[in-house]
């Protein structure tokens, strides 16, 4: 069998950079997109290492013109079996803002929500011309609580989950699949930035193990870890007035 052609993004770290060892591992040939290149090449070089054939490119998933592109043309060179919008931008509001500013609402959304939808979008058109591809997005167990303290964060997570399951859907006659990952806390320098505890707490490179072994099964809800499924069960189950007050004072 070929090698996977597979693209990640947010590859210079965390969850994207542990995603891509491990697929590296397998023997992927890989298309790692990040911001930073020092840290990108730092993954890709991990990556060559583990015997895999890496392509990186650098740049702002906030030029939306980039990710069309880029996409466009890795996708021609070598068509994707799989790709994974996994960049993200996180972090709690400081406590002494009532909301975020401007600019940063405005980064949080582009990169959380608008750039994988655009660079899905165009992924999906071509990989139903060939009937068959995986599209996998990071989102997060915030998509399926009001916090307070991110609302913008919960609000991104939140709307890529609905895209990701309506996507699906719609993908399906296709042959085209697509899998949302929700993960609790990871640890990775986004969730080292948090002030609020990290409960469940498990490592990148374990997270990244989980969801590749259940992507492969085919899976097309995974939650890591496993905790987290059980919390958002036991939460459907609490009426939403209580849920609301509990968010609301552990915000204070
Ligand atoms: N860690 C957690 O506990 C947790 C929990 C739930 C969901 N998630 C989700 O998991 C995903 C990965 O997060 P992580 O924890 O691994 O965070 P991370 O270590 O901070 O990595 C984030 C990645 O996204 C990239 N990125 C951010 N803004 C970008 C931009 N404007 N243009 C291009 N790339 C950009 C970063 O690139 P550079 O480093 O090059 O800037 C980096 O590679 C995110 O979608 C996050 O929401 C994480």
Redesign the pocket.
Known sequence: MSAKTILI????????ASLARVYAAQGARLVLW???EE??NTTAAECRARGAQIETTCF???ELNQIVENLEAADTRNPFDLVIF?????GSLPRDRAAQDVGAAE?MAG??FTAPVVGANLIAERMAKRGRGRIVF?G???ESFPLPMAPLYAGTKAGLALFAEALELRLAKYGVRVTLVS????D????RSLREPRPFLIG?DEAAAIIARKIERGARRIVVPWQFAVIRAAAGLVPRAIMRAVLARAAR
């Open positions: 993004t947010g590859a210079s770290s965390g969850i994207g990040g911001r930073n840290r990108l702002d998933l906030a996994n960049a993200g931008l996180g980064r990169v959380n990071i997060s167990i915030a993960p609790g806390f990871v990775t320098p986004m969730s990148a």
